[in-house]
């Protein structure tokens, strides 16, 4: 049982756009920055946004990231086949001392 | 290049140990916080350690508590951890990743190493 809650599986066809969503409390996303990773099958996370909102270079334009409360939310526009991996969100848990991670999100380009 | 490279994996039977490296380079090494996350087989990210730049802080996740031990040698920019009393449930790809300055997160992944306790 992750302590971020995030949906198993979202999909979408090419050029929709998809969000993912994930659930928090006041210890970890209520003060703390969200971040966001995809993960492509068979290699390592890649750090896709960083401080609830912040893209690194070279992350196209179509992630975003926002946060409301103790939830933050994950969208994709103009959905592309190479968009298919897991996403996982995490954040600092102050209760714990620990970083914590959702359980990912599967996306499906259909 | 900024680049980490994890090494140490392998099979170990339980209640055995096992010591991970991993060897950083292109970039000041001192300067960062460093973390091993895992990855069992088919399941989600579970981070289990982090240390601070100096090593004079560190945290771990309640699982590893008293069983794993994080460091780092600065002179030779690398990262470890030791594993004892490992457990079947303890079987992942651990991956060593640097946090960025200014809370930008895990911006540096190793490819990972896979780790696992099986007799």
């Known amino acids: 049982q992750s302590v971020l809650t995030q949906p198993p599986s979202a999909s979408g066809t090419p050029g929709q756009g998809v969000t993912i969503s994930c659930s928090g409390s006041s210890s970890n996303i209520g003060s703390n920055y969200v971040y966001w990773y995809q993960q492509l099958p068979g290699t390592a996370p890649k750090l896709l946004i960083y401080?609830?909102?912040q893209r690194p270079s070279g992350v196209p334009d179509r992630f975003s990231g926002s946060k409301s409360g103790t939830s933050a939310s994950l969208a994709i526009s103009g959905l592309r086949s190479e968009d298919e991996a897991d996403y996982y969100c995490?954040?600092?848990?102050?209760?714990?001392?620990?970083?914590?991670f959702g359980g990912g999100t599967k996306l499906t380009v259909l | 290049e900024v680049q980490l490279v994890e090494s140490g994996g392998g099979l170990v039977q339980p209640g055995g140990s096992l010591r991970l490296s991993c060897a950083a380079s292109?970039?000041?090494?001192?300067?960062?916080?460093m973390s091993w996350v895992r990855q069992a087989p088919g399941k989600g990210l579970e981070w289990v350690a982090n240390?601070?730049?100096?090593?004079?802080?560190?945290h771990y996740v309640d699982s590893v508590k008293g069983r794993f031990t994080i460091s780092r040698d600065n002179a030779n920019n690398s990262l470890y951890l030791q594993m004892n009393s490992l457990r079947a449930e303890d079987t992942a790809v651990f991956y060593c990743a640097r946090e960025g300055t200014n809370r930008a997160g895990f911006d540096t992944w190793g490819q990972g190493t896979l780790v696992t306790v099986s007799s």
């Open positions: 995490a954040a600092w848990d102050n209760s714990l001392s620990n970083w914590v």
């Open positions: 240390i601070k730049r100096d090593g004079s802080e560190i």
């Open positions: 401080r609830n909102n």
């Open positions: 292109g970039f000041s090494f001192s300067s960062y916080w």
